[in-house]
């Protein structure tokens, strides 16, 4: 979410990467990891001197057999056989409903229609809608279009079964899958937390089994979807030849603020409609038509500080009206964090050499040159597909000037803000569907999902193609208008 004192004084906006500071914990483990790879180079080298010492001296065949039989048992068959694998087989995105559509126009008028809005909460909001990266093509559940809004929980419970049960269903469809086959199923929804709760809802609605592992994630934040498949691949671990789907959305209508405190309009005016169904699986049989195969998965919070704890955080207000208050903390905070994050990913993914330079600037910043900058690492000789928080269009900029990359890696996250605005966890599922639409995963690609949410947390994973992805331009939220896109250059406006 763009911040407070960026949007209400600052007109530069506040670098989140290039300032550094060091935690012991992320830069302990960028060093282990560094000295395993030399650790592991080492090895390499010891056993072909090793082969040549043998070769040289005409020993016998025999112990060529056994160093290399050794080296191939710890170096290769250990890992591959300690680490499970978890297949993405594939996910639905919800296209909202036309009626829902909400152009700044109508929202304007009818927040000016309701009485509980000054013109000061009036002005404050079209000056955010007009600077967020939306544009006119946004939507919102029906219960925020009346006058004033109903946030019962009857039109919560509606909103909620029209988000979840169409991309159920599409997901379901496009698997061929029943819902007696689902084993494991988690739903996150960061806001709304009914009883029964979501989880019954949906067993409920699909007639599933009654020994299905269910879980209802709540209070997470934007981060909980993919909090949400690092849960599930855990419990694909235990319990094995398993189904997982995740349902992951945000019910708004709990969420409007009918008050005229500026730090709690902000999520009036960016958050909107979305939702996104994943199937995951850790079977083999059938595996030629899963499309992404699991390769990390990392997460990190920061609810110890209590600058980080509140820069975030459902209140009252003065009136006693609720909302969720979004302080000026909020963007050094995630850049806090993401460095954090980036640090403990970088040590898992990146290539040796990267993660030297990196050592070695940190090293160099601490005991050498105070003021030397430290190296940021290129993730691009790794990962292909970026796909990063639509929280605004400034955060999208400078998480992508932060990480080196182009206008063609942060496209899908700023044409997903744009066309659909802010959907909290299921936005990067939007992306990834963006990205797929344009045909620019191939198989084989690296796909990097980041996920930052009040807490705050950041989570991150990190998939790879396992197979040619085609046809998705006429499938999914974009297939009505993904020729339109990129509609402009991302480094001009709106």
């Avoid at 978890?86 to 009818?110: A, G, I, K, M, T």
């Avoid at 991309?167 to 698997?175: A, G, H, N, Q, Y």
């Avoid at 879980?215 to 398993?242: E, P, R, T």
């Amino acid at each position: 979410m763009e911040t407070l004192s960026k949007l209400n004084h600052d007109t530069i906006p506040k670098p989140i990467i290039t300032t550094t500071t060091f935690h012991s914990g992320p830069f302990s483990k960028l060093l282990t990891s560094t000295l395993s790879e030399l650790f592991r180079f080492s090895v390499v080298l010891l056993v072909i001197s090793i082969q040549v010492f043998f070769v040289l001296h005409k020993w016998n065949p025999i112990f060529h057999l056994l160093s290399l039989t050794c080296f191939f048992l710890v170096f290769v068959i250990k890992p591959l056989l300690s680490k499970p694998k978890v297949y993405l087989v594939d996910f639905s995105c919800l296209q909202p409903p036309n009626f829902c559509r909400v152009p700044f126009s109508s929202f304007l008028e009818h927040s000016s229609v309701i009485e509980s809005f000054d013109t000061e909460s009036i002005n404050f909001m079209a000056k955010i809608l007009h600077s967020s990266g939306l544009s006119e093509e946004t939507y919102l559940p029906p219960a925020l279009h009346y006058i004033p809004p109903i946030t019962n929980l009857r039109e919560s419970i509606k909103e909620a079964h029209l988000v979840l049960f169409p991309i159920m269903e599409d997901l379901l469809s496009k698997t061929k899958l029943s819902p007696q086959k689902i084993d494991i199923l988690i739903i996150n929804c960061s806001g709304f937390c009914p009883s029964p709760s979501l989880s019954s809802i949906i067993i409920n609605k699909y007639s599933m089994r009654d020994d299905i592992k269910s879980f209802n994630l709540s209070g997470m934040g934007c981060s909980a979807g993919i909090l949400a498949v690092d849960l599930a691949q855990n419990l694909l671990k235990v319990h094995k030849n398993s189904y997982a789907v995740i349902l992951s959305t945000e019910i708004l209508s709990t969420g409007w603020y009918p008050g005229n405190e500026k730090p709690k309009l902000l999520l009036n005016c960016l958050f909107r409609m979305g939702s996104a169904a994943i199937l995951l699986t850790n079977k083999e049989d059938g595996k030629e038509n899963f499309k992404y195969k699991l390769l990390h998965a990392l997460r990190l919070q920061s609810a110890f500080d209590d600058k980080a704890y509140y820069s975030a955080i459902r209140e009252e207000d003065g009136n006693g009206i609720t909302g969720v208050t979004i302080s000026r903390d909020l963007m050094p905070v995630a850049g806090e964090i993401l460095r954090s994050n980036i640090t403990l990913l970088g040590s898992s993914i990146l290539p040796f050499l990267e993660k030297f330079r990196y050592g070695v600037s940190i090293f160099r910043k601490r005991f050498l040159h105070k003021s030397a900058e430290v190296y940021v690492p290129d993730f691009r000789t790794v990962i292909q597909h970026f796909v990063m928080p639509t929280s605004g269009r400034s955060l999208i900029r400078e998480i992508g000037k932060g990480l080196k990359l182009g206008d063609r890696e942060i496209e899908a996250a700023l044409m997903t803000l744009r066309r659909f605005g802010n959907q909290s966890s299921s936005s990067l599922w939007y992306e990834l569907a963006y990205m797929e639409a344009k045909g620019r995963v191939k198989k084989g690609d690296k796909v990097w999902q980041l996920g930052m949410g009040s807490g705050p947390k950041c989570g991150n994973v990190v998939w790879e193609c396992v197979r040619p992805i085609i046809d998705e331009s006429s499938k999914g939220p974009w297939a009505d208008r993904i020729h339109q896109y990129p509609v402009l250059p991302v480094h001009q406006g709106n």
